[in-house]
């Protein structure tokens, strides 16, 4: 935060002496006390500042403050010293050098916080007896480099302590010093001149040659700032310029002059001659103002005493960080830029307000901003939280209980001009909800339409907070003192002020009184925000109980009913203003073991020690129950707000929100260890939450759209099993089935979705109920993630208006027909798998328990992933290799990878085959009875080609009779059922299971021959010429040649080569089968190639068929086994003539056909073509003559081919 070097600092105000007599010397005072030139702070009274600072070693003696001391410590921290002046005519010079010299800060707290863009608040506590409050432990370079956080704050104790610090000199109001930096390798040494204004025990301007543009101060300011708070007495002091230049005579104050213009004449010497001639002009205005500024002599009434705050750098910083879109760590800076604006607001400092207003300009003329309102995209995640921090810092701002009127009527008229503008983002991400307002538990207007309705913002609740007040006479009982209780007057009824123990009550909307807790902490009223929220809490708990007697009361008739409209329009956890979040960090921080012991230690280790220490249960308030605490409560408040029963928000964002903070809080609580007392809380809120019905999350009966408890639950059920078994198995099966109807709704309208989008896809918009809007349809639902990615799903939401709330604070009734879409549908049901996994992993051993948990989840889980994922979890907890088997869990797993397959059986999952496969393994761990027990129900779990392809072949291979230690009669007994799955599979589906079927009945004759009936019999109409190729294959592998051969005949009535056809994929099937067939002899010849010639129209592969039953001799044996002649067959009899007379059509045929769209650059080709159609007319015994008519026929028809034809003349004549 370092300013330009060269800029003069301003002066305050202007300063006369008019109490000074004409007929006093020149130099002195009318008391008669001269004023020396300097002065070092030593003496008595510097010694008690040095030990008031903390500055001498504990267990020295040390002289008692003096009066004056005393007074001038007081009145330096609360007048300006222009209001000293004019209240006293004449102040002594020691009173003066008092005041001036307690001016300065005090604390080094305040100097790191301006410095460094995160203090804890564990490093800077009162330390009582005097010593300061603010003093930093300097650990050296190791330190400096564990919190790259306060890099600035630690390097420029660095250099003090490196003595880097020189020429410190404090004139009035005013210090300045040199701070030299050592040189580094790549830069020299640098030595800075640092300025420094102060007042009132706070830094007003700072100036460094240094140039250093930053939000913070530079580690030069740092250095000399440590240098006069750890070294006053070496800290030469004096009072403010002006004062030395009264005491001044005209001959000193002319040398003065000319000496100063002497030294510096280049810079001052033009200033210092237009000074002059405005001095002795009698109508310029220097002459005509009384006195003459004085920028060491502190600040006028009028100045707002404030530390100094770069306000342009912190508008550029935000800037900087909003430009990068979340990019490069900006998210983490804004929100430390966040933390900074609590920090300030914790010590009461003016300027937190001022710096979250720069920052709140910055966020509203963000760019993005519009971009993302024209284009109808959402914000990103990261950048929407940062907009509720914005939100939530102003509703703490507002709520500041010792603001002025005139303060808060500021903020609200800026809060309200914020609002109004378009792209102000909305509160809940997406549209406006119908929820209570901040200051009335009911919401205004609740029949209205909701389109009607302005939208509630991120400054909404800000705004609404602006009417709030702090005057209640029982709100300030309460925060003020522990003794505030009343046994004697209360009441039952709803709103009595105290409870049946005479504990003060506090009844006001939730959230709201969550805001005056969060309020109080974050301006530094720890205490008083202790006692409010214990009160908070003690009216949850009475509420609770209230809750319960109702339900009991009207317990027959809402179970007779089956269904509920009691929900909460609100929930408590994923709300804006986090009230849950804001009791439990309070409660939690007031468990801290006090650690006063540790203050005084300028060590590290100390420091750190304190950050470790756990939380423990403290005596207790006389709010409190005996034996109960701060951590009691703490744990019970977030157990409350965890099982609420509230409705699911609309909106993505809103829905992601409740998961976030749902976790964030539970991941909170799973860092306190469970004793007894806090075990018997568990067990307290766990019984409630199951008997309470519609007012708890884990009722018998609850709304139909309220937030599924599943994660709570497994929580819940981890933290109970130790201690309450059956509890813990209870409170987690009714979490299982406490969304399950409303869960599977959803699966059918996101199966129903899938289908309409098909043609085209439709939809409500969310803006407007009343049209379409394709681009809100975008990505109806996206491809499942891997990792820790959430896939939520993305349906249309209409907008139809709430119900009433028909009862105080948060009990309402919504109307039935109102249906949100659950985005985060995916990541709930992720939960509630994860809670059936735990239940399962606990459960191991244990028959009656894997039974029950076994029953709720093929009850309740519907999605086939995540039943599959249980097998799989249950399956590798049997198998464990530290552990024996657990044969029934095994069959828990089988049973649920049973209940997949079925479930997938008609529906496509690319994940399929891995299921089938795992599901076979699942049933070889359990034994023969398993694997057998699925091949005979095949047809129920596996398509055929499953069956055949991977379940039968598992089950018959070597490695699964190895892995079993199968005797005879089991294999066989395997055997067997494979068969009799492998044969019906070939009935049902011939084309892809005839081949495994065959393969699996080798070794049974019988079973082999029926299934070689099943191909033959579907060859004619349901199996493909290649399917029928490979069979033959297969069975001439076998060595069944013939069956090959017949099998080749049929294949080859179901092909059709054309012309063109030259690399069809067939024509490898094709030779191998008059291969096999002159093989086998002449006559098996002689009936394949009538086939051949029908079929095939291609010259080449003809020709090439021809020319291989050309050159050798057809099969020794033929059938009967009649043995042929060793004899060539001959080109001129059947059955090669026809072969041969097919082929040279042919290629007369393709020939014509290439001609009809030849190109000059195929000329050469066509040329080699008629090369090889030669050589097969060459094959008749007129083939001369025949290619001899055919080339002239060429030359007569496509004569006008003259380029072609010379070709042809030149190669064939």
Request: glycine share 6%; charged share 20%.
């Amino acid at each position: 935060m370092a300013e330009r070097g060269q800029l003069p600092l301003p002066a305050k105000r202007l300063c006369s002496r008019p109490g000074y007599g004409s007929g006093c010397r020149l130099g002195q005072l009318v008391g008669g006390t001269r004023l020396g030139s300097g002065a070092l702070c030593a003496g008595p009274a510097a010694a008690a500042a040095a030990a008031a600072l903390g500055l001498l070693p504990f267990g020295k003696t040390q002289s008692p403050e003096t009066l004056l001391d005393i007074a001038a410590r007081k009145v330096a921290e609360k007048w300006p010293f222009q209001r000293v002046e004019e209240r006293f005519e004449r102040i002594p010079e020691p009173v003066q050098r008092r005041i001036v010299y307690w001016s300065f800060p005090r604390s080094e707290r305040e100097i790191c916080m301006y410095s460094s863009f995160n203090t804890d608040a564990e490093d800077y506590t009162a330390v009582p007896g005097g010593t300061t409050a603010g003093t930093v432990p300097s650990g050296g370079a190791d330190t400096a480099a564990t919190d790259e956080s306060l890099l600035s704050f630690r390097r420029g104790i660095a250099l003090l302590d490196g003595g880097c610090v020189d020429n410190v000199l404090q004139v009035g109001f005013h210090l300045s010093g040199t701070v030299t930096e050592p040189a580094i390798q790549s830069e020299p040494e640098t030595v800075c001149n640092v300025a420094i204004s102060f007042d009132r025990c706070k830094i007003t301007s700072v100036t460094c040659s240094c140039r250093n543009k930053d939000i913070f101060y530079c580690v030069h300011v740092v250095a000399l700032s440590l240098y006069r708070i750890r070294k006053p007495d070496q800290v030469k002091l004096h009072l403010p310029i002006s004062e030395t230049l009264f005491q001044m005579n005209r001959d000193q104050l002319q040398k003065f002059a000319q000496y100063l213009i002497t030294v510096h004449h280049t810079e001052v010497l033009p200033t210092a001659q237009k000074l002059a001639d405005e001095i002795l002009s009698q109508n310029s205005e220097i002459s005509q103002v009384h006195g003459a500024p004085d920028p060491t002599a502190g600040a006028s009434i009028d100045d707002e005493n404030c530390w100094h705050l770069d306000e342009e750098q912190v508008q550029e910083q935000v800037k900087l960080f909003l430009s990068q879109a979340g990019y490069h760590g900006s998210g983490k800076q804004l929100n430390l830029l966040f933390a900074k604006v609590r920090e300030m607001l914790k010590m009461r400092d003016s300027n937190g307000a001022r710096m979250l207003t720069l920052i709140t300009e910055q966020f509203m003329a963000d760019r993005h901003l519009l971009l993302w309102r024209q284009q109808g995209t959402a914000m990103t995640d990261k950048y929407r939280q940062l907009w509720d921090e914005l939100g939530a810092l102003w509703t703490c701002i507002v709520l500041n209980p010792h603001c002025n009127l005139e303060q808060k009527a500021g903020w609200l008229k800026q809060l309200k001009k914020w609002n109004s503008v378009d792209v102000c983002p909305w509160e809940d991400g997406n549209h406006g909800n119908e929820i209570p307002n901040l200051t009335n538990a009911l919401p205004q207007g609740a029949n209205q339409d909701s389109l009607n309705k302005p939208h509630r913002t991120v400054f909404t609740r800000a705004i609404e907070a602006c009417d709030l007040h702090w005057q209640d006479s029982h709100l300030q009982h309460i925060i003020s003192s522990d003794l505030y209780t009343n046994y004697c007057c209360h009441d039952d009824t709803e709103n009595s002020l105290f409870d049946s123990h005479g504990r003060p009550l506090w009844h006001e909307h939730v959230p709201t009184a969550c805001a005056r807790v969060d309020a109080l902490r974050s301006h530094g009223y720890p205490q008083e925000a202790l006692r409010l929220a214990i009160a908070i809490v003690n009216t949850l708990r009475r509420q609770q109980q209230k809750q319960l007697e109702m339900f009991q009361a009207q317990k027959k008739e809402l179970l007779h009913k089956g269904v509920t409209s009691i929900t909460n329009l609100e929930g408590w956890v994923g709300h804006p203003l986090d009230p849950i979040g804001t009791l439990f960090s309070s409660l939690m921080e007031a468990c801290r073991v006090d650690d006063e012991s540790f203050h005084g230690f300028s060590n590290t280790e100390s420091v750190e020690q304190c950050k470790s220490l756990e939380y423990h249960h403290l005596p207790a308030h006389r709010f409190l129950e005996e034996g109960e605490s701060y951590l009691t409560l703490a744990v019970e408040v977030a157990l409350i707000g965890l099982g609420q029963q509230r409705i699911m928000p609309d909106g993505l964002y809103a829905q992601e929100k409740v998961c976030r903070n749902e976790e964030q809080l539970i991941s909170k609580l799973q860092e306190i260890d469970l004793d007894d007392t806090l075990v018997k809380i568990f067990r307290n809120q766990a019984v409630f939450l199951l008997e309470a019905g519609p007012y708890s999350g884990l009722g018998e009966i609850i709304h139909r759209e309220s937030v599924p408890m599943h994660t709570f639950a497994k929580y819940l059920f981890t933290s109970l099993l130790p201690h309450d078994a059956e509890l813990a198995y209870k409170t987690a099966l009714r979490a299982m089935c406490s969304s399950t109807t409303y869960i599977d709704q959803h699966q059918r309208e996101r199966e129903t979705a899938l289908r309409e989008s098909e043609p085209g896809l439709r939809g409500t918009c969310i803006k407007d109920s009343n049209t379409t809007c394709q681009d809100c349809i975008k990505g109806l639902w996206q491809e499942r993630g891997s990792g820790t990615e959430r896939d939520w799903l993305l349906v249309l939401e209409s907008m139809v208006p709430s119900g009433d709330v028909s009862r105080p604070h948060h009990i309402a009734s919504v109307v039935p027909n109102r249906y949100p879409r659950w985005f985060t549908l995916s990541h709930i049901e992720s939960q509630q798998c994860e809670l059936a996994s735990t239940m399962l992993t606990a459960a191991k051993g244990d028959v009656r328990r894997l039974e029950t948990v076994l029953e709720s989840i093929q009850k309740n889980i519907h999605s086939s992933s995540h039943i599959f994922k249980l097998a799989q979890d249950a399956f590798k907890i049997a198998t464990l290799m530290d552990s024996l088997r657990d044969i029934t869990l095994l069959k828990v797993s089988l049973e649920l990878g049973l209940q997949v397959m079925r479930m997938t059986l008609s529906t496509l999952n690319w994940r399929r085959r891995e299921m089938v496969r795992w599901l076979v393994t699942c049933a070889t761990e359990i034994g023969v009875y398993a694997l057998d027990s699925i091949m005979q129900n095949w047809f129920t779990l596996f398509t055929p080609t499953e069956a055949t392809s991977i379940v039968a072949t598992t089950v018959m291979s070597n490695s699964t009779i190895v892995h079993l230690h199968l005797d005879c009669h089991q294999q066989e007994k395997l055997a067997s059922s494979a068969r009799t799955l492998a044969l019906q599979c070939a009935v049902k589906d011939p084309q892809n299971c005839a081949l495994s079927a065959l393969t699996l009945c080798e070794k049974d004759h019988i079973a082999f021959e029926t299934a070689y009936q099943i191909v033959l019999d579907a060859a004619a109409t349901s199996m493909s010429y290649s399917q029928l190729f490979t069979i033959a294959r297969y069975m001439e592998h076998r060595g069944y040649p013939m069956r090959a051969y017949k099998l080749a005949t049929l294949a080859m009535t179901h092909l059709n080569l054309s012309y063109n056809q030259d690399t069809h994929p067939a024509i490898n099937d094709v030779l191998w089968a008059c291969a096999l067939s002159h093989s086998l002899g002449k006559n098996e010849l002689a009936a394949i190639i009538p086939l051949v010639v029908k079929s095939i129209k291609c010259a080449t592969v003809l020709s090439d068929i021809l020319r291989r039953c050309t050159l050798t001799t057809p099969g020794m044996v033929g059938l009967h086994g009649r043995r042929n002649s060793g004899k060539l067959m001959s080109l001129d009899k059947a059955p090669l003539r026809q072969l041969l007379d097919a082929t040279i059509g042919a290629y007369i045929n393709t020939t014509h056909s290439r001609l009809t769209h030849i190109s000059p650059r195929h000329y050469s080709e066509f040329i080699e073509f008629l090369s090889k159609a030669r050589e097969s007319f060459l094959m008749a015994h007129d083939g001369h003559i025949q290619f001899t008519q055919f080339i002239d026929n060429l030359k007569q028809i496509y004569k006008g081919k003259k380029k072609l034809m010379m070709l042809v003349r030149e190669r064939f004549g």
